[in-house]
């Protein structure tokens, strides 16, 4: 059975577009039967160019990507999550709506790479830094026995990755 993740970040324009596209990406190339799904609260309605442009360069498709609202993730025909990760303080903070299936929420905070100084050049290794570190993350999230682990468990295991 397909574990599905949504990752929020208030805009859906950067880190949680970023988190989207690499747990897709390594849970192919690995053969991990997860799906990620990434929303917002207060979605932009644009993806940010570096974002893409990361993606883009680490071999990620991101084809049919878009900003959406969370509000797609509540309906009766939304894909039921098993796990919820916010990316960015200010979608942590906000009161989420009800998910079906009561998944199990963690907090995987990044600093924006929007707001990084230097210019083009500044973003663009902001954004990479932050692919890369989100990468990390959710290989040692896909590392995990998913399928044979409690919500207590799958809690304590995403906890722990939140401090590394």
């Excluded at 949680?16 to 897709?24: P, T």
């Excluded at 682990?149 to 809690?155: E, K, P, R, V």
Aim: proline letters at 5%; aromatic letters at 8%; one cysteine or more.
């Amino acid at each position: 059975m397909t574990t599905n993740v949504l990752i929020l970040c208030t805009h859906n324009s950067a880190r949680s577009v970023l988190s989207e596209g690499m747990l897709n990406h390594w849970a192919s190339k690995l053969g991990k039967d997860v799906r990620a799904f990434s929303a917002g609260s207060a979605p932009s309605g644009r993806l940010n160019p570096f974002a893409l442009e990361a993606l883009t360069s680490a071999g990620v498709d991101v084809s049919g990507y878009r900003s959406k609202s969370w509000d797609e993730f509540v309906g009766d025909n939304a894909p039921e999550m098993r796990i919820v990760i916010t990316v960015c303080d200010s979608a942590a903070a906000e009161q989420c709506p009800y998910w079906p299936g009561s998944p199990v929420k963690v907090h995987w905070g990044y600093a924006d790479p929007s707001n990084a100084l230097g210019g083009d050049e500044g973003k663009r290794l902001a954004f990479e830094l932050t692919r890369e570190a989100i990468g990390y993350r959710m290989l040692q999230l896909l590392a995990l026995p998913l399928e044979g682990m409690s919500n207590a468990q799958l809690q304590d295991a995403l906890n722990a990755i939140a401090k590394n």
